[in-house]
């Protein structure tokens, strides 16, 4: 029986700082946050969708750019890399989710993102966004040094049999991680709640990236009446074109 999961997640307890913040995908937050006792910045119980696209956008945006916002939210990433590469083929769905809150993602008339993804489902043949990718870019370095990812995300563990990789963040903003975990920053459902939210760093990157941010609407939501919606009609005529072939 492989045990890499269960080995890479006490590897984050052992190996990092108490107060490490580990970005993955939202599967495998309780893993992190129960096994690794590290804080995830997403999990399956993450009801704010507007979140959760953050994090497809942070994972399938190029590398570089990717960078310039992951350091102000994570200190690692944590992918992974099995022989069906699991978070590769994922990554359509991050991308899909993000881009329904960034429209920046997959940009024009591809609310499906199918330009995100792998020709003919080869991954020796990822189409030129994939390849651009920091999920993309994650999940085939690390090997041997390339200095082009390991000055932004340095390898930090690979699993005995290679299903997790863990990156280590480089140049992280100690002052935008210092003011999420500064009390006086979190918003609290009432005064005096045990319900108190962190938010964002005022770091510029990340607030010009929320300034493009759109509220999610459900999509598949055939109630909720017309719309003039570009997107919206866009989706929905992908999906009725999908689904006569």
Known sequence: MLDDYYVSYLWLRNN??????????????????????????????????????????????????AHLLIRHLAD???????????????????????NSVYRDICPGDDPLCSNFGFEDYDLSRPTPMMRMSLLYNLHVSGEHPSPAIDNMFRLAYRSRHGLVKIYKVMNVSA???????????????????????????????????????????QLEDFNRGKRDDAYYRAYMRRIRNEGRG
């Open 76 to 98: 690692y990433v944590l992918i992974w890399t099995g022989s069906r590469a699991e978070d590769l083929m994922k990554s359509p769905h991050m991308a899909r989710i993000g």
């Open 175 to 217: 002052e935008s991680k210092a003011w999420v975990a500064d009390p006086k920053n979190r918003k609290c459902d009432a005064p005096g709640s045990w319900l108190c939210t962190g938010q964002y760093p005022p770091a510029k990157e990340i607030q010009e990236m929320l300034a493009r941010r759109i509220d999610y609407g």
């Open 16 to 65: 990092t700082p108490a107060d490490a913040r580990i970005l993955a995908w939202w599967d495998y937050g309780y893993q992190i946050t129960g096994i690794g006792n590290r804080t995830s910045l997403a999990d399956g119980n993450t009801w704010n969708h507007e979140h959760i696209a953050t994090i497809g956008k942070l994972l399938t945006s190029p590398v570089a750019k």
